[in-house]
C-alpha cells in the first residue's frame, strides 16, 4: 500500500497519470502503453494490451477523452484517502 500523496506525487512527475479527488489514480494510456511496451519481448504483449484497455471500457474506466483509464487504488490509511 502507498501513501495518497506519494502516489499523486510520483504519477504527476512521472507522467503516468494523476490522482482524482476521489483517490483513484487515472494512468495515461499512451505513457503506459508505451512503457510496458519498451520492456516487454513477449509477441502476444500487444494484443493483451488491447483486450485489457477493451475490457476497461466495457467498464467504463477510461476516461471520457479516452486518454486515461481509472485503477482502484488502497492507501496505506484512512487518513491518507482525504484530498
Not at 485489457?52 to 479516452?66: N, Q
Amino acid at each position: 500500500m502507498i501513501a495518497r500523496e506519494g502516489l499523486s506525487t510520483v504519477l504527476r512527475t512521472s507522467g503516468f497519470g494523476t490522482v482524482d479527488p476521489d483517490g483513484t489514480a487515472v494512468l495515461d494510456i499512451d505513457v503506459v502503453e508505451s512503457a510496458g511496451r519498451s520492456v516487454s519481448d513477449d509477441p502476444t504483449w500487444d494484443t493483451g494490451w488491447s483486450t485489457m484497455i477493451a475490457y476497461a471500457r466495457s467498464k467504463e474506466w477510461v476516461t471520457a477523452d479516452g486518454r486515461g483509464v481509472r485503477a482502484h487504488v488502497e492507501y496505506e490509511s484512512s487518513t491518507d484517502e482525504t484530498p
